[in-house]
């Protein structure tokens, strides 16, 4: 028993070193006062986060990311709420196909998916720009914001709804003082991972973005300048820490008040 | 009191080619407590949900007070229910649930302070009003749901299986307490239940369902003494039947001959005016006798004891005779299966006793 248990500890360590070692490299070489990615350390600088924040096109592209995360997390995030609600809740004929209609954006490789909205967006005669960026996106984060909301509204006890329709609620009043509130952490939950993936999406920005550049696209671009590298790294840094810190506070979110009783969850305000 | 508070005409309900509720028709008194009984699928919690309006009926309509409530949404009814897992809303505390359906009421913040406080008093949960749904226990849970539909102060009180998940001393009591509290308010209370005892023990009337249709709608005592088919008295606790054909009728009385048995003069209870028609006599366990020696009852059969079962207060015997195939009868702690040689035993019928049946 105690031989097993080290050679499964060894393959976890393995297999996390592997998957965090590449991204360390970027906080590290980050502080490091060189332009270029290789050891031996050369010394301390915060240099390239004060080139970084001094780059008026980051900010654009900040800024034009932000708002497609944004509008795609939200729009996404309300269209998957009421997907889920029809999937949980209800038996409908059509019902394992419009779940998989949904998914699909989920399944199928993003760069045909891409190639696919670029012809039909300029064939009607668009122009590319974050339009058809944040369609491509609200597509995209719509599977992952479902599958977020029906694991938190499976299992929910419908009869709280009929409960307050019995209590004099109408329909609206029974959804914003009952089921809002009960459904909350799963929403915020797929809003921030929503977000966060849209945020992070490279392909359907790269094949619509035209002129105004998302964040990766910023990031991509200036790559090919050798010297521009340390401040992309600073910036990438930045980029896994807000990401690291997102994810996990949605699914802090997405667990909260789960577990114990599956029948009966809710926010746990009293705790 | 209204005779016909609520009125239910022909109402069926459908679900595809399910004929949950199908084409019943009654009336239900103003005040009364109401059961509904019948095994699962029965049709009962439809025909309650159709009150509630959590489903409107394929057929027929509803009437309460006078009012035509069969195409109302359940928030515009004068109805309140108790669910079968009470569905306390989880987010909000024990005060704030039963405050809930009191906002579009329109009262005044001291009146409603004043009806929180009196239904908590009413259902004995004084001092928890700051407790939330997960910090209660199952008793403590169905009061709160009562006391969120009692403060709403509705016409009718709708309760689905509320005492199903509490267990037995506790549904004991609260059977009682329910009974108590529902004549203290006087409020029509209309409750569903696959617990005969249940139905039995609390109701001023029981409807009998089966298949979507009231079997038999009638009080306690008369279900008992006298169901009107099979289902019913097979429902309604536990009985031996027996096959038989009419034979003369004889005023209140009617002449059966019973299978195996001979002719017998009984209560004609279905008042069966034609000869030979087929009919099932029913003997309730309790009213035979099990002894060691025979007995002058009007019917007294030897029999060999198959199977005992001890239930505490009584001993069930399943016994066999020549004449008929399984005969179940109990005994109070007088006789147990130590008291039979042999397995051999004499069983007694009364024929005041034995109920006529439909065959059905």
């Known amino acids: 028993m105690e031989q097993k248990n080290n050679t499964l500890l060894i393959y976890t360590l393995l297999y996390f070193a592997f998957l965090y070692i590449p991204v360390l490299f970027l906080p590290i070489f980050s502080f490091n006062d060189a332009n270029y990615m290789s050891f031996p350390l050369s010394g301390f600088t915060t240099e390239h986060y004060e080139e970084m924040w001094s780059k008026t096109n980051l900010h654009k592209a900040l800024w034009a990311s932000v708002k497609v995360g944004v509008v795609a997390s939200v729009v996404s995030t309300t269209i998957a709420l009421f997907a889920a609600k029809a999937f949980a809740r209800y038996k ?24 696919a909205i670029l012809v039909i967006w300029l064939s009607l005669g668009f122009k590319l720009g974050l339009v058809p960026v944040t369609l491509g996106h609200i597509l995209f984060c719509t599977p992952f914001a479902m599958l977020i909301l029906i694991a938190r509204i499976e299992g929910f006890d419908f009869s709280l ?52 550049a998302t964040l990766p696209m910023y990031m991509w671009a200036q790559m090919r300048f050798i010297q521009k590298l340390p401040h992309v790294l600073a910036l990438g840094a930045v980029i896994i820490v807000f990401t690291t810190f997102i994810v996990l506070l949605a699914f802090w979110l997405r667990n909260l008040g789960q577990g114990k009783e599956k029948v009966e969850f809710g926010i746990k305000i009293h705790e | 009191m209204n005779d016909s508070f609520i009125q239910i005409n022909r109402i069926s309900k459908h679900f595809g080619n399910v004929k949950a509720v199908d084409d019943v028709s009654f009336q239900i008194k103003e005040g009364e407590f109401f059961s509904l009984l019948g095994p699962s699928g029965c049709g009962k919690t439809t025909l309650l949900r159709l ?47 039963v405050q809930f359906g009191l906002r579009k009421l329109g009262l005044t913040s001291d009146e409603i302070s004043k009806r929180v406080k009196d239904v908590l008093s009413l259902v004995k949960l004084e001092g928890y009003e700051e407790r939330f749904s997960s910090q209660l226990s199952g008793g403590q849970r169905q009061r709160v749901a009562l006391a969120r539909a009692l403060v709403r102060q509705p016409k009718v009180l709708l309760l689905d299986e509320p005492l199903g998940a509490l267990d037995k001393k506790l549904r004991d009591e609260m059977q009682l307490e329910l009974r108590t509290l529902q004549k203290e308010i006087g409020i029509t209370f209309v409750f569903v239940t696959h617990d005969q005892q249940e139905a039995i023990s609390m109701s001023d009337r029981v409807a009998v369902m089966s298949e979507g249709k009231i079997q038999q709608m009638s009080s306690p005592n008369e279900l008992y003494k006298n169901p009107q088919n099979i289902f019913v008295s097979d429902f309604i606790g536990e009985t031996n039947f027996l096959k038989a054909k009419t034979e003369s009728k004889d005023g209140e009385y009617i002449n059966v001959n019973i299978e195996n048995l001979g002719q017998f003069k009984v209560k004609n209870s279905l008042n069966i005016s034609e000869n030979s028609s087929d009919v099932i006599c029913s003997v309730r366990p309790e009213t035979m006798m099990i002894d060691v020696e025979k007995s002058d009852w009007d019917i007294c059969l030897e029999a060999t004891i198959k199977q005992t079962s001890y239930l505490g207060e009584m001993t069930k015997f399943y016994v066999e ?13 007088y006789f147990d299966n130590q008291s039979f040689k042999e397995n051999k035993c004499f069983i007694s019928i009364n024929l005041n006793d034995i109920s006529l049946l439909n065959k059905k």
């Not at chain 1, 409908?92 to 190639?115: D, T």
């Not at chain 1, 609206?172 to 966060?196: D, E, H, K, M, N």
């Not at chain 2, 005779?321 to 702690?333: D, F, G, H, R």
């Open chain 2, 321 to 333: 005779t020549k004449e008929i195939e399984k005969v179940i009868t109990v005994s109070s702690q």
């Open chain 1, 161 to 212: 709804e009929e409960a307050s329709r019995d209590l004099g609620e109408n329909a609206w009043g029974t959804f914003y003082r009952v089921s809002l509130p009960l459904y909350l952490p799963g929403i915020i939950a797929a809003l921030l991972l929503s977000f966060i993936i849209s945020f992070d999406e490279f392909v359907l920005a790269f094949f619509l973005t035209g002129s105004d």
């Open chain 1, 92 to 115: 409908f004929r059509g019902q394992n196909i419009s779940y998989g209609a949904i998914m699909i954006p989920f399944l199928i490789p993003e760069i045909i998916l891409a190639v």
């Open chain 2, 51 to 97: 009150l509630a309006g959590f489903e409107y009926p394929t057929n027929g309509n509803l009437l309460l007070d006078g009012i035509d409530i069969t195409a109302l949404p359940p928030d515009k009814r004068p109805t309140n229910m108790v669910f079968q897992n009470y569905a306390i809303f989880p987010h909000i505390n024990v005060e704030k649930n």
